[in-house]
């Protein structure tokens, strides 16, 4: 393809529509280039080797297991045999799954509501405590086994039934998701009912965490193959979840995080979840929510076993991370976020600081779009090089509204004007645009990150220097976009407008829209030159 650059008479460079075409295809090239890289830079993280501590962390008598990843810090407590701390590391993600992070903030919660990734059996007897024991130790993973000694496990039953719980973790060196096994076995010559029609067999229960922090939004989100289902109320969700199989499992998640439980075995499952309310009269009560996946009743032969397998995901909505563990749809992005967000993780590998990579991704996509741009003010200056002719038209047909049409069609025919070529680049462009705001409005990695005055790209600016800036970069724009004062008296309060809008959003969406203001300004006033010139 021939590409053609022409000079018009005042000497400006007129681009023709086949070199315009050429450079957004090297732009769209970039991007998948960009996507490709990103993806090739994640797969080659190296697995750091777990380290694994068996001692007695509590002073009960009993051993007590932490194991810490790249990523993690668990303690496993002989207690329930169940997680008991789970800590997310890495200076963006310094959280506590559990325990609750409200507690933290001096609200007092009852001790019965506390379930840290509990697996109990249906009407077996409280443990007195587990035998807790390093099974298996790899550089790329690490099993702990959480097992009842039998003389103090062993749920006798009025019958004399007798059943046992092994727990089985396998931890991942370089991810937030961890398998769970349960093992229940038949310790009698004779079957064994597990459970029963109203409350199942076996559950696993994760709450209140992370998730009960006043000031955050959270939701209930029902686990579907290849989907999710959320849901604000909880009545809603046990509705539904109550349908066995309706669900193969249960999560909440807020803007940064989840906390995913998820059978790995092919029972059918019920998912509920119910509220915990703080108690302290000194201060205003808090609610936060607690999940879990019921088992059915079952049998058990004499002698028998039965495993049964669930996958949980405690971490960051990193993209990545969840769609190693096919569940990328959790998180909120769509098909363009996702390429968006791998040329933001490219151009944060180049520069390492996400308030840099913003504005090279926020500058890519302008490129990108500027044809559109260039092609939508071409298009408005020709409507108004017509209007004239136009009001013309319409003093002379003013009695007749049909014939004004037909010679406003004419009219828009002779002279090569598309009465919509204003409006059509603009809605090409939202799309992408819409993309690139919800990327940087939920992307975890921009957490806790700094940027120049800015100490966090996920919270607000502390000085209200981009809001402002935001604000008077539009102000200005409105006096180069109109020369009518009626119209730009209408419009006078729009910058106050945008002051108040901005100014509560997260520094990286603020970022994006004041590099983008600059951007879109130049490209319109270089625009406006070639149009007028034409």
């Not at 280039?33 to 090739?40: G, N, P, V, Y």
């Not at 906390?259 to 302290?280: K, M």
């Not at 049409?405 to 002279?415: C, D, S, T």
């Not at 598309?418 to 059509?424: K, R, S, Y």
Request: net charge neutral; with cysteine; glycine share 6%.
């Amino acid at each position: 393809m021939r590409i053609t650059r022409f000079r018009n008479r005042s000497g400006l460079n007129i681009y023709s529509v086949p070199e315009v075409c050429f450079r957004v295809t090297l732009l769209v090239s970039l991007f998948l280039f960009c996507s490709a890289f990103a993806l090739h830079a994640q797969a080659e993280t190296q697995a750091v080797a777990p380290v694994v501590k068996i001692e007695d962390l509590d002073g009960d008598g009993f051993n007590d297991a932490m194991v810490e990843t790249p990523l993690l810090r668990v303690i496993f407590s002989s207690k329930t045999g169940s997680p008991s701390v789970l800590y997310l590391k890495g200076k963006s993600f310094e959280e506590n799954i559990y325990p609750p992070a409200i507690q933290e903030m001096g609200y007092k919660l009852p001790p019965e509501s506390l379930k840290p990734f509990i697996g109990n059996l249906k009407g077996m007897q409280e443990p007195a405590g587990f035998n807790i024991e390093l099974e298996e130790q790899a550089v790329d993973k690490v099993v702990i086994r959480a097992t009842a000694n039998t003389s103090l496990l062993a749920a006798e039953k009025s019958d004399g039934e007798s059943l046992t719980l092994s727990k089985r973790y396998t931890i991942h060196a370089n991810s937030y998701h961890f398998n769970v096994e349960y093992l229940v076995t038949n310790l009698k010559d004779q079957l064994v009912a597990v459970g029963d029609e109203l409350s199942g067999a076996m559950s696993l229960t994760y709450g209140p965490g992370l998730f009960m922090d006043p000031f955050g939004p959270s939701s209930l989100i029902g686990l579907k193959p290849g989907a999710v289902e959320a849901f604000s109320d909880v009545t809603k969700l046990n509705a539904d979840g109550a349908v066995a199989g309706a669900f193969n499992g249960i999560g909440l998640r807020d803007q940064y995080f989840c906390v995913l439980l998820e059978s790995d075995s092919p029972i059918r499952i019920n998912a509920s979840a119910f509220e915990v309310t703080s108690e302290d009269p000194k201060r205003s009560a808090q609610s936060g929510k607690v999940i879990s996946c019921l088992l059915p009743s079952f049998n058990l032969g004499a002698k028998e076993s039965r495993t049964f397998s669930f996958k949980i995901y405690a971490g960051p909505m990193l993209l990545d991370h969840l769609s190693s563990i096919n569940r990328g749809h959790v998180s909120e992005y769509g098909f363009l976020s996702t390429i968006l967000l791998r040329i933001l993780q490219f151009f944060y590998g180049l520069l390492p600081n996400y308030g840099l990579a913003i504005i090279l991704l926020t500058i890519v996509v302008r490129m990108v779009l500027y044809p559109l741009t260039l092609k939508q003010t071409k298009s408005m200056a020709q409507m108004q090089k017509i209007q004239p002719m136009v009001q013309d038209l319409k003093d002379r047909h003013k009695d007749n509204p049909q014939k004004f049409n037909e010679e406003v069609l004419r009219l828009y025919q002779k002279n090569n004007v598309n009465p919509l070529g204003g409006c059509l680049p603009l809605l090409l462009q939202l799309p992408i645009l819409i993309a690139l705001y919800n990327t940087i409005r939920i992307a975890v990695e921009l957490r806790k990150t700094p940027f120049l005055w800015i100490a966090d790209l996920s919270k607000g600016d502390p000085l209200l220097i981009l809001p402002i800036a935001i604000a008077a970069l539009m102000y200005y724009q409105q006096g180069k976009m109109s020369t009518d004062p009626q119209q730009q008296q209408m419009m006078a309060f729009m910058p106050m407008f945008m002051f108040v809008i901005t100014w509560s959003l997260p520094a990286g969406l603020l970022v994006y829209w004041f590099a983008s203001s600059v951007l879109g300004l130049l490209q319109q006033l270089q625009a406006n030159r070639i149009s007028a010139a034409l």
